[in-house]
């Protein structure tokens, strides 16, 4: 185990010493008021500083990421993200703009820059999504479904109705239950056919004049095409329901099918997993809404605009606006980011990620089907659903031992028990930006471990045996909870 820095301390022990204060810079200008100052010296860690490189590089390479892993966390889309896009990110211009400053002074365009990024990013997730207008302000993937669940409330209160339910498939996300709870909805939970699609007379009986919306992934998150999706939007239409597209499986078909066309009103984006962004440990992120042109009068405020002489501005003046969703231009260096890979790929690089994810999906599918249950066994999007049914029938090998023992293989284990109606649910997404050889290296792991649920079932006991900490009883941290340093 690596000690903690205080652990580390050394009594006496200095990184750096400080010239000793004379009479006049204590007594300066701007002496410290005396109820400010502390009786005593903080109780920090006294060490040198090789110390702290080496107690702070350690816990560095503790980290399992990207960078340095095969990464397949089914719906979390962990894919590599470029380094020219945190060099565009860091262009001084870029990363000095503080959100107070003057967009115009004296004829000076102080901000024009950052304006047009924001703006031309909405142009071309426009293109992208077939969409009227975009606000690239939300935080999140979650954040943009709460938006988005806000607009179509807006909507409807504009037009005097007061519909007061979303339909949402039982496969789904569960954020997308969360967020229209939040935005005040009541929940109506649609069934899932045999073929892994939205189950369509279950849709039709659950469907009322009282339903708002319908908030649909596509591809699924059983990694689906939801090939009811044409229909499933017609019906709604005819009901006066919306239709929400929680986009972040974009990256499955961006380039090949637009959720406009496909009939959704709003739609989300996450681009931490349809463009190059970080998945930012909770944030710093981005979850850009577009929306179709009934919905553009109630997008958050301020959306930027560009007037007939080319300069841009934020416009706050939006009377029917659902009002601030984040202050000033959202997480600027999250969406300046997704900016810079949607130009670095162009429309054709894009649309060749979304096949070469789909592509390594499925090579992994047909690799693993021999071995493994695949609940809904067709073409599969970005995404492939495996099942450790079969072994937990027989040998008592459950997902969960699978992914203890990839860990020691050296990978990262899926997503294991989502989506929830799947028994013993595995869930792997290779992404694009991984090779051939890597694939084949993680079948090979899992196929190893599918033979030794056969011979050797007590194998899996003490997996994982390469970290620190092995294998940890599930619930006892949260039912006896010990808290300390
Ligand atoms: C990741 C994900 C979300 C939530 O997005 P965040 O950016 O993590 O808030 C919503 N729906 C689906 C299908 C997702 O995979």
């Known amino acids: ?30 002496p410290l008021p005396a109820e400010y100052c502390a009786d005593e010296a903080p109780d920090l860690p006294e060490v040198s500083e090789l110390d702290v490189i080496r107690h ?25 993200n470029p380094r020219l896009c945190e060099k565009v990110a860091a262009l001084d211009g870029f990363a000095g703009l503080h959100p107070l400053l003057p967009q115009l002074r004296g004829g000076a365009a102080l901000t024009q820059g950052a304006l047009e990024v924001l703006w031309h990013s909405g142009e071309l997730l426009n293109e992208l999504t077939g969409m009227a207008g975009f606000t690239l302000q939300p935080m999140a993937g979650a954040h943009g479904e709460l938006t988005g669940m806000l607009l179509i409330a807006a909507y409807h209160r504009a037009r005097g109705d007061t519909r007061r339910t979303v339909l949402i498939p039982d496969s789904a996300h569960g954020t997308n239950p969360a967020s229209a709870a939040m935005a005040g909805y009541s929940i109506v939970a649609v069934g899932t056919d045999a073929d892994g699609n ?70 989300h984006l996450n681009v931490h997993k349809t463009l190059g962004t970080p998945h930012g440990g909770g944030g710093p992120g981005a979850g850009p809404v577009g929306v179709r042109e009934a919905l553009l009068p109630f997008l958050p405020a301020p959306i930027v605009t560009r007037s007939a002489d080319g300069t841009f501005a934020l416009d706050y003046d939006r009377p029917q606006s ?43 599918r047909v690799r693993l089907q021999e071995a493994f249950d695949i609940p809904y066994n067709r073409i599969c999007m970005h995404e492939v659903l495996l099942s450790a049914g079969r072994q937990h029938k027989t040998g008592g090998i459950r997902a969960l ?52 649920a056969e011979t050797d079932p007590g194998a899996f006991a003490t997996m994982p045996e390469s970290t620190h900490i092995s294998r940890v009883d599930e619930t006892r941290a949260a039912r006896s909870m010990v808290l300390k340093a």
């Open 1 to 30: 185990m690596i000690p903690l820095i205080f652990e580390r301390s050394v009594s006496g022990r200095r990184a750096l010493t400080f010239p000793r204060l004379t009479e006049a810079e204590r007594e300066g200008p701007l």
């Open 56 to 80: 702070y590089t350690r816990l560095s390479q503790q980290n399992y990421s990207v960078d340095t892993h095969f990464y397949p966390l089914g719906s979390c889309t962990m894919k590599y």
């Open 198 to 267: 939205v189950d369509l007379d279950d849709f039709k009986a659950r469907l009322t004049p009282d339903t708002a919306a319908v908030m649909l992934t596509c591809p699924s998150t059983l990694g689906l095409f939801e090939t009811h999706v044409r229909e499933l939007a017609d019906i709604a239409h005819a009901n006066g329901t919306l239709l929400y597209y929680d986009g972040a499986n974009l990256n499955a078909m961006m380039g090949r099918a637009r959720p406009g066309d496909l009939g959704f009103d709003v739609v």
């Open 322 to 364: 659902i009002g601030y969703i984040a202050p000033f231009y959202g997480n600027f260096g999250v969406m300046l980011r997704a900016y810079a890979y949607m130009l670095h790929l162009g429309g054709n690089g894009l649309r060749e990620a979304a096949d070469h994810a789909v592509l390594n999906a499925n090579y992994l």
């Open 401 to 452: 031992d699978f992914a203890k023992g990839l860990i020691d293989a050296g990978f990262h284990p899926p997503t294991i028990y989502f989506p929830l109606i799947v028994h013993e649910a595995m869930m792997i997404e290779p992404t694009e930006t991984e090779s051939k050889a890597t694939l084949d290296a993680f079948a090979d792991a899992l196929l190893r471990l599918a033979r030794l």
